[in-house]
């Protein structure tokens, strides 16, 4: 293993011990932070792309469906997760958490990303074994876990859930579901 793969797994370590451990505390909906990290992770793993050699680029059919499948999977099970997720309403705001049950799905996505990573390699579709391609996976879970969230805290406010009060206007419940073509 070379030192430029280790610290690519190091990175994508982090990145999911970070999301994790986020995922276990209450965080509040903010509509300036909720899509951040999806946009943040899909950033670098575009440019993480570009910077691949031009073979392990390379798109052929197997590619495709395996990037297709595991994308479709990644935005299920982040959907799941948002799905999973406890909202409440403490001091005016919307917050949620994950907890542990809904991290346990990452397992899932390491399980398969596993299996499709050997499968991928076996049949030379180098681009879908690529730290970008990884990246961009789990940022299709954070969409995928953001839009449910988003949706189940305006469906909360339309059957008369609590809300937050004191003249509070922001987060879900307010608006908040045009998701980041609006500003979020």
Known sequence: MSSAQLSEIVLVVAVLGW???RQTRWQVLDPARIWRMPVILAVIGLVSLRSAPADARSLDGVAVALLVGTGLLSLGV???M???SQ???AEGRWEARTGWAGSLLWLVLIVVR???DA?????GAKIVTSTGVILLMVALNRVGRTLVLVRRADVRRSVGAPMPGNGYTGGPGSGFSGGPGNGY
């Open 19 to 21: 999301i994790v451990y």
């Open 119 to 123: 499968g991928a390699s076996a049949l």
């Open 82 to 84: 948002g799905q999973l």
């Open 114 to 116: 596993v299996g499709v």
């Open 87 to 89: 909202l409440r309403v």
């Open 78 to 80: 982040g959907a799941l």
